[in-house]
């Protein structure tokens, strides 16, 4: 049985609360006194002796020394008493059924009293405190919460004594056993006197507490005397006091209780594995996009915005972790999901934080990333907020974001359209000034080759001319060491290149390809240009003593560096993208060349392996980016198909013509939208189809296409010059098919020839002009042409197609005039027109007009009275006409 068990509450605890015990002799008075030890000598009064029970006889105690029991007495360390409650000593099996009381220890005489204020060495133990004893001896018993009266056991000697404290009791935590060891008087810290509870006491009745050292306060008895020895106490090991410092100075831990672990961190670290997952797989899903991996996909991002969310909603973020948060959370919205108006929200506060607490780098790129979405839903607001953004950069000289946000700008421009492309010319010429001023020249160059991009899209009069004068800006400082990037260098003759192919001069385009190819096979494995990105570092020289506007939290837009400087980051071609470009760019030239004819639709061809390689992938990105690029890919990819096409129709090879058409039809999730170039391109190269193979029908209803409708004005159509090109190459083709006698039409032919006149006869393109005098020298009009008028058309065309190089227009320019001017002629200068016209119909590789050329040959040759030579040419003709007409059955 334990103690709990054999003692009340009230009175094992020391009291508790509300069961103090009520004797006849307690006085609240006397217990404070003996309680605290402290003893006055003019209320000290003799207490009378209790009635004894029969047949027990009273034990005797010796007087009560703090020195006789020194691990005991001051039993607690760095003598602190107030820290701690009262102790007793309890027997654990103590009998509530015979309540018997230890009588007082003897009162002192006067004389002890005094010698008990005088201050003594302390007394050393001797070695018969540490003995036991033969004898049952009475174990001392002390109580000091209910009184000066305590309950001795019936049999003392027979039970071990046992060590309570009741302020760790109540904790109601397992007792450990004091270690068996005693530390020996001499280290022992100076004696203190053990203060009772006095929580159950009134305010009046509680004494002052002792916060001095027990060496200044009373002691609790004399030295006991030499002729009475004090037996030793004897306390079992597993019943000993345990460690004062460990169960009393501080509480235990509450068991069970767990560590408080934050969850924010593990939120926020969840989040950035799940958008890392999603982005690594984003090229992937782009390219297959089925179902399962596109809900994978959505799931990882679903999760990890929702992580983010908890954190943002959670209240617990420092200031800067929120703005991050915030920055983090809006860009994963603007590039996964269409939640425009969330994402500005959650900008909008982000920019309240910064503007608090003065964060300009997380400010600026928040800003930032609030236009591209505020350019989504309201362009004209975008413009104008954007250009407040850029007036207040330019007040406190942050130069870097002045050249973020006038990018930023211009390409709102570009995209808006051309009527934006003045305004956007005008922003780069602002960037290209500022940049000239801070000797920023990377920036200079990328700013002049983007004005001269946007002059090719307007074509204007003196394009030409103004592209080449940025191409000369960018050429004159191509030395210095920051704009030997290259991504830079490779613009630079893409753009030269291109360049040369509008103006025609075939010639110097493959001088120029030839520079461009040299330098592609330079950069092929440098590491300057990584294989996976598409970014591109410009270098912008740091101000001195600026406010710090760049950090590692803008490193999307703008970029820390090495020094003093710091790097703009744009997103430019890839070098998979560049050498598709180049591929497309070497098949356009060599078509132009003619000296092998297949060999173009063999670059093209290239390209397009290299666009379809599966093992061409970019790295991590988000799932739009990414199909923004195959997006881009597979374009580029129809554009080479239509080119291959259009090459195959050259040659009248219209199986292939009908093969890449279904290509590009068969594209993986992509479907030529209204109004972009593609589709009407793809209606083109239908209509070329339908009319090489003799649907006629079917043609005239491709070429009548509402598509294919020209403004009277000559104005592009749908500001696109490829459009306006387009439709009047379908209007001419439309006047060839009106020829034929069952689609004559003398009034819509005359009607078309009078819309395309002014269109044509000015034209800047000199193809163009020469396709429409081919038409209207080989076609008939009523009334008919005059031959001078005839004559004259032929010479243009003639004159065109030596200027262009071109083989397809010398064959149709010499055919059509032997036909015009040497039918029935006999002479050697009609039969070289005829021989002329053969070699050129060879080179071009066009069936039909390799027959018509060895038809008109075979006469000629009968007019000169050559008969084998006729009837050769005439074998010849017949079987191309015949290999001509097999091919068209597809």
Known sequence: MTYRDTMPPGQAYGGGHGHQPQHPQFHPQQQQQHAYGQHQPHQHQQRPHLPQPQGQPQPHLPPVSQNAYPQYTNGYQNGNQQQY?????????????????????????????????????????????????????????VNYSNGPYNQPSPNPAAAPVQFVNPSYLQQQQPVTPRPTSHVPPASQPPPRTMSPQVSHLPPSARPPLQTSSTQNSPRLSEKPPPSRATPALQIPKNQRRPSVGAGVAKSPATPGSSVHSETLPLLICLAEDFFEKANAASQKVAKSMSEAEVAEHHKLVATGLGCLDVALKSNKLWPRLEARLCLRNASVLIDETNNIMEAETTLTRGIAVCDKNRFLDLKYCSQFLLMKTLFQRNPKAAFKLIEGHISDCGTYKHVHWIYAFRFLKASFHLQAGSPAEHSAIDNLRKIAGVANQRKDHSIFAMAMLLEGFAHMTTMKDDWANRVQLCIAQVSKIQMES?????????????????????????????????????????LRNSPDWPLHTGEVLLSISRMPNSAPTVSKDTRAVVRQGEGNVDYLVLSTLGRHEAWAIAWVFNGIVAHYRATTPGRSATLWNEALRLLNDPKTCTGPQALPEALKQNDWGRELSCYTHILVGLQAATVTDWAKVKQNLDAIRQQPHTSPSSGSSLEILTLYLEGCLQQGTA??????????????????????????RLETELCILATLNKIYIMQEPTQKDPAETAELIDLLRPICEDNPDSEIRTAWNLVLASSTFE????????????????????????????????????????????????????????????????????????????????????????????????????????????
């Open 482 to 522: 920051s704009v030997q990037i290259p991504q830079i260098d490779i613009l630079l003759r893409l753009l030269d290149l291109a360049c040369s192919l509008h103006q025609k001069t075939h010639s110097i385009s493959a001088q120029k390809l030839n520079l461009l190819q040299r330098l592609l096979e330079e």
């Open 695 to 720: 649907n006629m029908d079917e043609a005239l209803a491709v070429w009548k296409n509402p598509r294919f409708e020209l403004d009277p004005t000559g104005a592009y159509k749908n500001g696109s």
């Open 783 to 890: 009334p008919a042409m005059t031959l001078n008028q005839a004559k004259r058309h032929i010479h243009s065309s003639l004159s065109g197609a030596q200027e262009l190089n071109n083989t397809q227009y010398l064959s149709m320019a010499l055919n059509i005039m032997r036909c015009k001017l040497f039918e029935n002629v006999v002479g050697e200068q009609a039969l070289k027109s005829a021989k002329a016209g053969s070699t050129q119909a060879k080179k071009s590789g066009n069936l039909l007009w390799m027959s018509v050329a060895e038809g008109m040959l075979s006469q000629s040759y009968e007019i000169e009275g050559q008969m084998q030579q006729a009837r050769a040419a005439g074998e010849e003709g017949l079987r191309l006409a015949n290999e001509a007409y097999q091919k068209t059955q597809i």
């Open 85 to 141: 409650q009262y102790n007793q000593y309890v027997h654990p099996t103590y009998p509530q059924q015979h309540p018997q009381r230890l009588p007082l220890p003897h009162p002192q005489s006067p004389a002890q009293q005094q010698r008990q204020h005088q201050p003594q060495p302390p007394v050393q133990p001797t070695a018969q405190y540490y003995q036991t004893s033969s004898a049952p001896q009475p174990q001392p018993y």
